[in-house]
C-alpha cells in the first residue's frame, strides 16, 4: 500500500496537509509590505532571502472566520510554476505519513470557495486531515 | 539530432559573423594568408556540417564559395572587389539559408543558381575586371581543374558505386575533392586524392559523411583558440545571480550581527565573508555584459554595401569596442545604431566629388566610439560629411507644420538640429531605399529613452555630425525616488520624475484649489491636476485637507503632467526591479517591487497606470487646451517664465527662464581666480562668476567687496545661475532663488542703471529684470573668460572703491 507524506498545519481547529513535495520552507512570522488596492486575501509581500514573494492569509482565502488571538501567523512557502507563494497559516504541526486508502474526497454538502479548494480529507483516526489543493489556493 | 542540429546553427552564426569582419580585414591586406585561411576554414566547416546534416543547397552553394576561397588561399587567384562581393554575397545566401532552416526546419525554395554561377565563373579566373591581368595563370588552371575533377570523381565512383543523390547533385557543379585536390596539384593528384577520400568510405557507406570526417584535424586546430571560452545558457546566469543576490543579502544580515560581536576570528571572518561577496557579485554582473564589439562587428559590412550604392568612399574607424553592456541592452541599440549608420552614411558623407570640391579628404570618416562615463554608456556616431544645415531644417519643420515661424526664430541652432527626431521629419530631397522616408529617426529616439537611454546631435554645417547616444549600463536596476505614502515606501521611476514642489502647511491650504472637487495647483500659471496618493492606494490619511505641508511630485504620464501628492519625499536611489507575481499583476498602479537596503519591500509605482486610475487621462484633455491658450499666449508675447531671486541690497530680480541654462551651488574653495577675476571649474570649462550684487554697483553708496560677500555668505556656498552665452558658460552669483514664476513680459519701468532692463510688478513687488549681455559687459568678460583693456581700467576703479570702504 503506496503512503503520501503531508506536511501539515492548523487553521483554527481544521486540520489541513499539502503535500511535501509542493512545500518549498516554513518560516515565522515575516515583517511584510502590504499592496493596496490588492484582493483582500493577498496579505503583503515577504523579502525571503532576495526573492519577492506573496503571501496569502489562507483563512481569508477560505472564508474562515477571523482569528480572534493576536498570536502571528506562520509561512508555508509553496512551490509554484511562478515563483514561490506563502500561505499565512495559524500552526504547524507534523509531517505525516498517511496510507492512500483512507483517503476520500469531500462530500457535497461541503459548500463556498472551500469546497473548491479542498481536494478531498485523510481519515485520521481522531480527526480528519484536509487536504488543500495549492494550485487553486493561489490562484485569485 | 535536434542538439546536432541546434548546435550546427549556433556555431553557423558566429561563423558568419566572423566572416562579414574577416573579409574587409582582408580587403585591406589580401595577400594575407592567415586571414584567407581562417575564412576558409569557416567556410569549410559549414559546408561539412551542413553534407552531414543533409541541407543540399546550402552544401552547394558553400561549396563552391569554399573552392573559391582554395584558389584564394593558394595565391592562384587575387582577391579583387569583385571576388569580395562574390564572396559576401555567399555569406549573405548562407545566412539566409540557415535563418530559414532556424524557423522552419527547411532550406527555404530560393534558388541561389546565379551565385553558384557568378562564384564557380569567379573560380576559373573570369571576373571583367581582373580577367587579362590573369589570364594566362587562370587558364592553365582552368584547364587543370575540371581534369583533376574527372579523375577524382571517377575515383570515388569506383570506389563506391552506390552514389548518394546529395553526391550526385555536387558533382556538376564541381566536383566534392576539388578543394583538397588543388594545392596537392603539381606532384601526382589522383594518388593523394584517393588516399584521402577512400579511407572512411569502405567503413562508412555515406559518402556524405566523408567530408567532415576527412576534416576532422583541421577543426581540432581551431578549437584550440576557443577552448578559452564555454557557451553558458542565459537562464543560467540568471539564477546565479539570483543566488549571488540572496548571499550579499545574507552577507548584510551577518555584518550586522557582527557589529555586536566580540570574538575577533568571527569578526576577521566576517570581512572576509564581505569581501569576497562583492567581488562574486561584481564578476557576476559581469557574465551579462558583453562588448559593444559584438554588436559593431557588422557596421564595417553595412557600410561597405551602402557606399557602394551611393558611390561613395568611406571608412569605418572603431573606438572602444570592448566597452560593456547588459546583453538585452545590447540587442535594444542595435536596430536603433543601424538606422543611424544608414543615415551617416546616405545623407551625412558626401559623394567623393563634392568632398574634393570642398577641398576635405576624397574618402570620408565615420567614426564609432563608445565609453563608460558616470555609470552610462557613451556611444558617439561622428562622420565628417556635409552636416546638419539649420536653416533648411527650420523650412522643413515649418514647411511640415511641425513648428511655426515665429517659434522657429526663438529656437537655438542645436534645438534645431534636434529636431530631425521629431516624427515625420526627413530632409533628404529624394528619397531612396536606404533613408529619407521620414520615419526612422524618431523611431531612434524612442527606442532609445524606452530604455533609459537620451539621444543628442550636435552638427556643424559642412564639417560633420556628431550623434551622442547616453544609455544605462543596465535594465535591471534603475534610478528611482523614494516617497511615503500612508507609512510605507514606493520607488518612482525617476523616468517619468519632473519636479517636486513642497508647499508649507500655511500656504497649502491657500495654493491647492478645487474645481469641482478636483484639487488643482498653478504650477507657473498652468492648472496641475493633484492626485493624492493616499486616497487612491486607499491607504493612510488623506493629504488634502489634513492641514500638513504638502509634498507634490510633478510626474510625466505620456504627454500629460499631474502632480501626485505623497506623505513624504524621502531619497534617490538605484533599486533593482523585480516582477509582481500574478496575484498582485492586476493592481494596475505598480509596476514591479524592489528589495531596499534594510531588507524591507517597496512597491514600485506605474506612473501610467496611476494617472489612469486616478482620470488624470480625461481631465487632461482640458489642460491641453488650457496649453493651447497658453502657447496662444506666449505666441503674441504676453507672457513669459521668469526666475526670481534675490540679491544683497539689491532687492527682488528676475532672469527670463529662457536664459537659464542650470541651477548650480559651488562651495567656496571651488572658486579659482584669474587675475582679479573670480572663475570656476565647470563642465571641463573655466566659467566666469559675477556677483551680480557687485557688479550692479553703481547706484549704491556702500560698495561691496567682493571679499566681504565672502564672508557674509555663511554657508560656504554660493548659488549661481548658469547662463550660457555664445561660446562660455557665465556664471551670476546670487543670493536665493525666491521663484519661478509666468508673467508680462511688458516692462512697467524703464531701466534706472546699466546691467537691468527694467522693472514690473510680479506677486505684488517691484522686480527688476536683468539684462545679462549686459551685466556680462560691466562685468567686462569676454566669451574667452579675458578681460579687454577698457574693462581692466574699470575693474581697476571698482575695485579702489571697495578698497575705500
Known amino acids: 500500500m503506496s503512503e503520501q507524506q503531508f506536511c501539515t498545519f492548523y487553521l483554527g481547529e481544521h486540520y489541513f496537509g499539502v503535500p511535501v513535495s509542493e512545500v518549498q520552507e516554513i518560516i515565522r512570522y515575516q515583517d511584510m509590505t502590504r499592496v493596496p488596492l490588492a484582493p483582500d486575501v493577498v496579505s503583503g509581500l515577504i523579502n525571503l532571502r532576495g526573492q519577492i514573494v506573496t503571501a496569502i492569509d489562507l483563512r481569508k482565502r477560505l472564508e474562515f472566520e477571523a482569528k480572534k488571538d493576536d498570536k502571528k501567523l506562520m509561512n508555508v512557502v509553496v512551490r509554484t510554476i511562478e515563483g514561490a507563494v506563502s500561505l499565512q497559516v495559524d500552526e504547524i504541526g507534523d509531517v505525516l505519513e498517511v496510507p492512500d486508502d483512507c483517503f476520500e474526497r469531500c462530500p457535497e454538502t461541503l459548500t463556498g470557495s472551500a469546497r473548491e479548494m479542498i481536494w478531498g480529507a485523510y481519515k485520521l483516526e481522531n480527526k480528519l486531515l484536509l487536504i488543500l489543493d495549492t494550485g487553486k489556493a493561489i490562484n485569485l | ?805
Not at chain 2, 564609432?368 to 565628417?384: K, P, S, T, W
Not at chain 2, 534636434?418 to 533628404?428: D, K, L, R, V, Y
Not at chain 2, 521620414?438 to 564639417?463: A, C, H, L, P, W
Open chain 2, 1 to 805: 539530432m535536434d542538439d546536432v542540429l541546434k548546435e550546427f546553427l549556433v556555431e553557423s552564426n558566429d561563423n558568419l559573423d566572423n566572416l562579414d569582419q574577416e573579409f574587409l580585414e582582408l580587403e585591406k591586406n589580401p595577400t594575407d594568408k592567415d586571414r584567407i585561411a581562417a575564412i576558409f576554414r569557416s567556410v569549410h566547416t559549414i559546408k561539412g556540417t551542413c553534407g552531414f546534416l543533409g541541407f543540399a543547397k546550402l552544401e552547394s552553394v558553400t561549396h563552391v564559395g569554399e573552392n573559391l576561397l582554395s584558389k584564394l588561399r593558394d595565391g592562384v587567384l587575387l582577391l579583387i572587389p569583385e571576388i569580395t562581393s562574390a564572396l559576401l554575397a555567399l555569406v549573405d545566401a548562407t545566412r539566409e539559408i540557415i535563418k530559414n532552416i532556424e524557423s522552419t526546419g527547411s532550406e527555404g525554395d530560393k534558388d541561389y543558381s546565379v551565385l553558384i554561377d557568378t562564384l564557380a565563373r569567379l573560380q576559373k579566373g573570369e571576373t571583367n575586371v581582373g580577367a587579362s591581368t590573369q589570364s594566362t595563370s587562370d587558364a592553365a588552371e582552368a584547364e587543370k581543374a575540371p581534369a583533376s575533377a574527372e579523375v577524382a570523381h571517377e575515383v570515388v565512383t569506383a570506389a563506391q558505386p552506390p552514389v548518394e543523390l546529395e553526391q550526385a547533385e555536387q558533382i556538376p557543379v564541381v566536383s566534392e575533392p576539388a578543394p583538397q585536390a588543388v594545392p596537392e596539384i603539381k606532384v601526382e593528384p589522383e594518388v593523394q586524392k584517393t588516399v584521402e577520400v577512400a579511407p572512411p568510405t569502405p567503413m562508412k557507406p555515406p559518402v556524405s559523411v566523408a567530408a567532415p570526417v576527412a576534416e576532422a584535424p583541421k577543426e581540432t586546430k581551431a578549437a584550440s583558440i576557443t577552448e578559452a571560452s564555454i557557451r553558458v545558457d542565459v537562464k543560467l546566469l540568471d539564477d546565479l545571480m539570483n543566488l549571488v543576490g540572496e548571499l550579499v543579502l545574507t552577507r548584510n544580515q551577518i555584518l550586522q550581527y557582527s557589529n555586536k560581536q566580540e570574538d575577533s576570528t568571527f569578526i576577521t571572518t566576517t570581512q572576509r565573508l564581505n569581501i569576497i561577496t562583492s567581488e562574486l557579485q561584481e564578476s557576476m554582473m559581469k557574465t551579462r555584459m558583453q562588448p559593444i564589439g559584438n554588436v559593431w562587428s557588422k557596421f564595417p559590412r553595412v557600410v561597405r554595401d551602402l557606399a557602394g550604392l551611393c558611390k561613395k568612399k568611406i571608412s569605418v574607424v572603431m573606438e572602444g569596442q570592448e566597452t560593456e553592456l547588459d546583453k538585452t541592452l545590447l540587442e535594444a541599440i542595435k536596430d536603433p545604431l543601424t538606422h543611424l549608420i544608414r543615415n551617416s552614411v546616405d545623407h551625412g558623407i558626401e559623394t567623393p566629388q563634392e568632398r574634393i570640391e570642398k577641398g576635405k579628404p576624397e574618402e570620408g570618416l565615420l567614426k564609432l566610439r563608445a565609453y563608460h562615463e558616470g555609470g552610462q554608456v557613451n556611444i558617439e556616431i561622428i562622420d565628417n560629411g556635409g552636416g546638419i544645415n539649420p536653416d533648411k531644417v527650420k523650412e522643413k519643420a515649418i514647411q511640415k507644420g511641425l513648428v511655426t515661424p515665429e517659434e522657429a526664430t526663438k529656437l537655438s541652432e542645436r534645438q534645431i538640429t534636434n529636431m530631425i527626431f521629431m516624427p515625420g521629419f526627413s530632409t533628404a530631397e529624394k528619397v531612396s531605399n536606404i533613408s529619407g522616408r521620414g520615419v526612422g529617426m524618431d523611431v531612434v529616439k524612442t527606442n532609445i529613452e524606452k530604455i533609459g537611454g537620451m539621444v543628442d546631435i550636435q552638427s556643424k554645417f559642412g564639417e560633420g555630425t556628431t550623434i551622442k547616444i547616453k544609455i544605462p549600463l543596465t535594465l535591471a536596476i534603475i534610478p528611482a525616488l523614494l516617497a511615503t505614502s500612508g507609512g510605507d515606501l514606493y520607488a518612482i521611476p525617476q523616468v517619468s520624475l519632473l519636479e517636486l514642489v513642497r508647499l508649507e502647511a500655511e500656504n497649502a491650504a491657500k495654493k491647492i484649489e478645487m474645481i469641482h472637487g478636483s484639487p488643482v495647483y498653478r504650477l507657473r500659471g498652468k492648472l496641475l491636476p493633484l492626485v493624492d496618493l493616499n486616497k487612491e492606494l486607499n491607504v493612510g490619511e488623506e493629504i488634502i485637507g489634513s492641514n500638513r505641508a504638502v509634498n507634490i511630485v510633478v510626474l510625466q504620464a505620456d504627454d500629460r503632467q499631474f502632480g501626485l501628492l505623497v506623505d513624504d519625499i524621502n531619497d534617490t536611489q538605484e533599486i533593482v526591479v523585480k516582477p509582481l507575481s500574478s496575484q498582485i499583476q492586476s493592481v494596475p498602479v505598480f509596476a514591479g517591487s524592489t528589495i531596499m537596503g534594510d531588507g524591507r519591500v517597496a512597491l514600485i509605482l506605474d506612473v501610467m497606470g496611476v494617472a489612469q486610475k486616478a482620470h488624470v487621462v480625461s481631465e487632461l484633455k482640458d489642460k491641453a487646451r488650457h496649453d493651447l491658450t497658453i502657447i496662444h499666449e506666449e505666441q503674441s508675447g504676453e507672457r513669459q517664465s521668469l526666475l526670481l531671486f534675490s540679491c544683497q541690497d539689491s532687492g527682488r530680480m528676475a532672469i527670463p527662464l529662457s536664459q537659464v541654462s542650470r541651477l548650480e551651488k559651488f562651495s567656496m574653495s571651488q572658486i579659482e581666480k584669474v587675475g582679479t577675476q573670480e572663475v570656476v571649474q565647470y563642465r571641463g570649462d573655466i566659467m566666469s562668476l559675477i556677483r551680480v550684487s557687485s557688479t550692479l554697483s553703481e547706484r549704491r553708496k556702500n560698495m561691496r567687496n567682493p571679499e566681504f560677500v565672502k564672508e557674509a555668505n555663511s554657508n560656504n556656498f554660493i548659488q549661481v545661475v548658469v547662463y550660457k552665452s555664445d561660446k562660455a558658460h557665465v556664471g551670476l552669483v546670487i543670493d536665493r532663488i525666491l521663484d519661478i514664476v509666468e508673467a508680462s513680459n511688458q516692462i512697467q519701468r524703464t531701466a534706472s542703471r546699466n546691467g537691468i532692463m527694467g522693472s514690473l510688478v510680479i506677486q505684488g513687488c517691484v522686480t527688476e529684470i536683468l539684462d545679462i549681455e549686459g551685466l556680462i559687459q560691466i562685468g567686462n568678460i569676454q566669451d574667452n573668460g579675458q578681460k579687454n583693456e577698457e574693462g581692466m581700467a574699470a575693474t581697476g576703479l571698482v575695485s579702489e572703491a571697495s578698497l575705500m570702504q
